[in-house]
Nanobody, 125 residues
Framework: QVQLVESGGGSVQAGGSLRLSCAAS????????LGWFRQAPGKEREWIATISSTSANTYYSDSVKGRFTISQDNADNTVYLQMNSLKPEDTAMYYCASGILCYQGSWPVRAVGYWGQGTQVTVSS
């Protein structure tokens, strides 16, 4: 069992920044891979970033590459998503995710083992 608790969402104007946090606990094997997904109203949930808890390798979707940075603090088992140069199209519910296998690229939703409850990010123009 893994518990993921997100925080840090909110409202910001276009061009601004936000940092999301995800506190992870529980079975270490099941959170070898941690990442972030997002889901906008009426759209499918999409993968945006991954970090390996063992190698610290990171992977990003093209939609956020160069603007978002995923990082981890192993001392307190927290994963962060620093979001810069935010755009209105980044508006979505953001979910922390964990899994056993780290994909070197897009992480299929069906392959996620555990989800956090989500945190809302709203970017106004």
């Amino acid at each position: 069992q893994v518990q993921l608790v997100e925080s840090g969402g909110g409202s910001v104007q276009a061009g601004g920044s936000l940092r999301l946090s995800c506190a992870a606990s529980g079975n270490i094997y099941s959170r070898r891979c941690l990442g972030w997904f997002r889901q906008a109203p009426g759209k499918e949930r999409e993968w945006i970033a991954t970090i390996s808890s063992t190698s610290a390798n990171t992977y990003y979707s093209d939609s956020v590459k160069g603007r978002f940075t995923i990082s981890q603090d192993n001392a307190d088992n927290t994963v962060y998503l620093q979001m810069n140069s935010l755009k209105p199209e980044d508006t979505a519910m953001y979910y922390c995710a964990s899994g056993i296998l780290c994909y070197q690229g897009s992480w299929p939703v069906r392959a996620v083992g555990y989800w956090g409850q989500g945190t809302q990010v709203t970017v106004s123009s």
